[in-house]
């Protein structure tokens, strides 16, 4: 791990110059099967960490098949903020991969995450995705979801889950200054929703075709919250039945000063 620069447009922190950057870096795969990884990460009291991740994480089977997993273990303390703007988790044909994620909020503390996965590569059917995320606030549990998406699991394919969609979402925000009034549940996209949970955070959920439009949606979701969270001005992503061809073309309205192909899907940074 190495300090970095601001990479895109901060929500909270708004590029301030005191905050921690950190950014992870993944190899050309992985995790493999057979793999077990563990990141650990403490945010101090009153203190900022933003978390980036420069490239997408690719779950692939490995010479020998197996199980690969991945926990990943935060602790924010008193008045701290932890942001953590997360790059899509690919599971790719044939992975069998366990994601848990365990977060330990103080009731003071900040919490911005950005959860993206897609299900397979271009064409592609996926693997087996078993993802775990557990919030707890004060010691008090806030959120806690489970998903499974492949070909091991019932149902993923129904309307219920995932449908014809290739692409899902959620953006976690916890902010102690919503104990008093919360922003209000709001249906911004035909698969797009602001959601508050019990307790001061919300969550912003989205599906897709691909990952520029979950892209679109989340941050559309995010400009919902305004003030300090907000992280540009967008619209919301076009239908993807209404987008066509031209789904993937860059939207004139979002800032960019570069655009990176990778495969069928776009990442644009400022």
Same mark, same amino acid.
């Given at each position: 791990?190495? /300090?970095?620069?601001?990479?895109? *447009?901060? /929500?909270?922190?708004?590029?301030?110059? =005191?905050?921690?950057?950190?950014?992870?870096?993944?190899?050309?795969?992985?995790?493999?099967?057979?793999?077990?990884?563990?990141?650990?990460? #403490?945010?101090? $009291?009153?203190?900022?960490? &933003?978390?980036?991740?420069?490239? =997408?994480? &690719?779950? &692939? /089977?490995?010479?020998?098949?197996? #199980?690969?997993? !991945?926990?990943?273990?935060?602790?924010?303390?008193?008045?701290?903020?932890?942001?953590? !703007?997360?790059?899509?988790?690919?599971?790719?044909?044939?992975?069998?991969?366990?994601?848990?994620?365990?977060?330990?909020? %103080? $009731?003071?503390?900040? &919490?911005?995450?950005?959860?993206?996965?897609?299900?397979?590569?271009?064409?592609?059917?996926?693997?087996?995705?078993?993802?775990?995320?557990?919030?707890?606030?004060?010691?008090?549990?806030?959120?806690?979801?489970?998903?499974?998406?492949? *070909? %091991?699991?019932?149902?993923?394919?129904? @309307?219920?889950?995932?449908?014809?969609?290739?692409? !899902?979402?959620?953006?976690?925000?916890?902010?102690?200054?919503? @104990?008093?009034?919360?922003?209000?549940?709001?249906?911004?996209?035909?698969?797009?929703?602001?959601?508050?949970?019990?307790?001061? $955070?919300? !969550?912003? =959920?989205?599906? %897709?075709?691909?990952?520029?439009?979950? #892209?679109?949606?989340?941050?559309?979701?995010?400009?919902?919250?305004?003030? #300090?969270?907000?992280?540009?001005?967008?619209?919301?992503?076009?239908?993807?039945?209404?987008?066509?061809?031209?789904?993937?073309?860059?939207?004139?309205?979002?800032?960019? =000063?570069?655009?990176?192909?990778?495969?069928?899907?776009?990442?644009?940074?400022?």
């Amino acid at each position: 791990m190495r /300090p970095t620069q601001s990479k895109e *447009p901060e /929500p909270q922190v708004l590029r301030a110059g =005191s905050v921690a950057r950190v950014s992870l870096v993944s190899g050309a795969a992985g995790p493999l099967g057979g793999d077990d990884f563990e990141l650990n990460v #403490r945010v101090g $009291a009153g203190s900022t960490l &933003l978390l980036n991740e420069i490239s =997408s994480m &690719l779950l &692939l /089977p490995g010479a020998r098949g197996g #199980r690969s997993s !991945m926990r990943i273990n935060i602790a924010v303390e008193d008045d701290a903020t932890f942001v953590w !703007m997360g790059e899509p988790i690919i599971a790719a044909r044939g992975c069998h991969h366990v994601h848990t994620i365990n977060i330990e909020l %103080a $009731a003071s503390a900040r &919490l911005f995450m950005r959860d993206e996965l897609q299900f397979g590569r271009h064409k592609e059917q996926p693997g087996n995705l078993l993802q775990n995320v557990r919030v707890k606030r004060d010691g008090e549990p806030l959120f806690c979801q489970q998903q499974q998406i492949g *070909p %091991a699991a019932v149902g993923w394919r129904s @309307c219920a889950v995932l449908g014809q969609h290739k692409c !899902m979402g959620t953006v976690l925000v916890v902010d102690p200054q919503w @104990c008093a009034i919360q922003p209000q549940t709001h249906l911004f996209a035909a698969d797009a929703a602001l959601l508050p949970l019990e307790g001061p $955070a919300v !969550m912003i =959920s989205a599906l %897709a075709a691909e990952t520029w439009t979950l #892209r679109k949606h989340l941050e559309h979701g995010i400009n919902l919250l305004g003030g #300090r969270w907000s992280v540009a001005a967008t619209e919301p992503a076009r239908d993807d039945r209404e987008a066509g061809g031209d789904r993937h073309k860059p939207d004139q309205i979002i800032p960019s =000063s570069e655009t990176i192909e990778q495969g069928n899907n776009y990442e644009y940074t400022n």
